[in-house]
């Protein structure tokens, strides 16, 4: 949709606007006799900021204050309401027609960002931006989805007469009476009593059946039509209701929906054209005041030569202040537009040095045709805002070419200078790509396994600590024993020897000395 347009496009739509909205001074600053040095013009949509007056010095006290114009101003007694429906609703409402569109409060802390955007969710007319756009948004998906419905349910009824109607020509006999004042529905119920009175007479004539078969069979048909009278009742009593909420709901020959979007859709005219006017009157009113200004001067009559001339000084001490405001904002464009200059051209400097630094390796370390090869594999990508290398395909122009006459040879050769070469030839040495292949693996990834098992498993894998045995503390037998000698031939070995021997071997590997100086000293 056309965006409102603002006091500086003429005419033309604009994709960003700015809104300034001042806050009414806090209890505080009233308290303290604080000095309100906002002015605000919402017909021109021009914010006056001028000095304070500083009491000790008068240096302030005549100097004009600056102007600012804006899309849109609001001075503290405009409402929230206000705030939303002329400068929020129209984004919204182009947002739900497929645009991108973002609103932001952008201020000092304390200034009533929050009050805007949220403001009290409990009351309505001091609901902020947020939930008002939200209440916007779920308004227009509700007739939406009214719409989307009805023409579901129209359809739907249209299948459903032509089903039955379709079911009714196939399994009945008789001939359809149908007028042109009964609906499908009201006829597809009569054909159907029709049938069980059909069905009733055939049992009342049919002699075969006898008399308890026949009572049953009548009540079960006369159930049913007890049945499909009721449907009939209840059918009549819900047309009648819609017939009613429709003689409330159609005006004109148009439901609520319809009505509700052309409504909102003149809305939206009314407020383009409002804009537009109020636009206009502004442009009005200035040039309104300029002539105004340039009549005064024309026809400016002076008594005296003194009024004259205060007068004139007066007008050129306005136009010098004017002069130095304009001097003093040229000065600021002009070092503002020197600091960003500065900072391209050393942006500029440092990426020609890396261009010249990646040429410089590009030229000496990487062969020609890789390089080539390379060059056709690099695209830009308009997304990520860099270059990047297409992957590696079985397209021809992606593939290293095979060697013409011999393979297995870094270059192509002839067969017939193979043999003089093969002193030269490279042994036992791969030759790659600098750029590698594809993965064609992937890393293993064992059985997923219960977390209580892995844990029994890896508390049944952990090293144990060495268990230390102090031998010293064991108790020996220091009694004497009878020395038994036992000849064997030539050597002979006492029994208490061997016995003291085993017992050394009970205390362990560790206390082997131990045992070797006791049996030392027993002999």
């Not at 949220?118 to 609901?127: F, P």
């Not at 998906?141 to 379709?166: D, F, M, P, V």
């Not at 977390?451 to 045995?469: C, G």
Request: with cysteine; charged share 35%; proline share 3%.
């Amino acid at each position: 949709m056309p965006r409102p347009t603002t006091a500086s496009n003429k005419g033309k739509d604009e994709s960003v606007r700015v809104v300034v909205r001042c806050r009414p001074m806090s209890d505080k600053e009233q308290e303290t006799n604080c000095e309100r040095i906002v002015n605000i013009d919402e017909q021109r949509r021009q914010i006056s900021i001028r000095r304070p007056v500083n009491e000790n010095s008068q240096r302030n006290a005549g100097e004009d204050g600056h102007n600012f114009f804006f899309d849109a101003v609001y001075d503290w007694n405009s409402k929230q309401r206000d705030v939303y429906e002329q400068t929020a609703r129209p984004l919204v409402d182009s947002v739900i027609e497929g645009f991108n569109g973002t609103i932001f409060a952008y201020g000092q802390t304390g200034t009533g960002k929050t009050f805007t955007m949220e403001g009290v969710r409990s009351q309505v007319e001091l609901r902020g931006i947020i939930p008002s756009s939200f209440a916007h948004i779920f308004d227009s998906i509700s007739h939406n989805e009214i719409a989307r419905l009805k023409e579901q349910l129209e359809g739907k009824g249209k299948s459903g007469r032509k089903s039955r109607r379709r079911n009714n020509q196939d399994g009945s006999n008789n001939d359809e009476n149908d007028d042109g004042n009964q609906n499908d529905e009201e006829l597809y119920l009569k054909e159907q009593q029709d049938k069980l009175n059909d069905e009733k007479r055939t049992i009342l004539h049919n002699k075969n059946i006898n008399e308890n078969e026949r009572e049953s069979m009548l009540q079960e048909l006369e159930e049913q039509k007890q049945a499909i009278e009721r449907e009939q009742e209840e059918r009549r009593e819900i047309q009648h209701k819609i017939q009613q909420m429709q003689s409330k709901l159609i005006t004109g020959g148009k439901d609520i929906v319809t009505h509700t979007s052309e409504q909102e859709e003149i809305l939206k005219q009314k407020r383009r054209l409002i804009a537009e006017a109020e636009r206009r009157h502004r442009e009005v009113q200035q040039r309104l005041e300029q002539g105004e200004e340039e009549r005064q001067t024309i026809n400016e009559k002076y008594t005296t030569i003194k009024e004259e001339v205060d007068d004139k000084r007066a007008k050129r001490d306005k136009l010098s202040k004017q002069l130095k405001k304009l001097e003093a904002k040229k000065l600021d464009i002009t070092e503002n537009h020197r600091i960003a200059r500065e900072e391209l051209e050393a942006e500029q400097r440092e990426m020609q040095k890396q261009a010249k630094l990646y040429q410089l390796i590009i030229e000496n370390f990487i062969p020609i045709d890789e390089r080539e090869r390379l060059f056709k594999r690099i695209q830009f990508d308009n997304k990520d805002n860099q270059w990047t290398l297409k992957e590696l395909s079985k397209e021809t122009d992606q593939m290293a070419a095979r060697p013409k006459s011999i393979r297995n040879a870094r270059h192509p050769i002839v067969s017939n200078s193979t043999p003089k070469i093969a002193e030269f030839k490279g042994e036992n040495i791969m030759l790659l790509q600098i750029d590698g292949p594809s993965r064609t693996t992937r890393d293993y990834e064992g059985p997923i396994v219960s977390p209580m098992i892995q844990a029994a498993i890896e508390n049944a894998m952990k090293d144990e600590d060495n268990i230390e045995l102090d031998a010293n503390n064991i108790p020996v037998d220091k009694r004497k024993k009878k020395k038994k000698t036992i000849p064997t031939g030539e050597n002979t070995y006492d029994h208490y020897a061997s016995s003291s021997t085993t017992s050394v071997s009970r205390l362990g590997y560790g206390d082997l000395q131990t045992g070797r100086s006791m049996n030392s000293a027993r002999r």
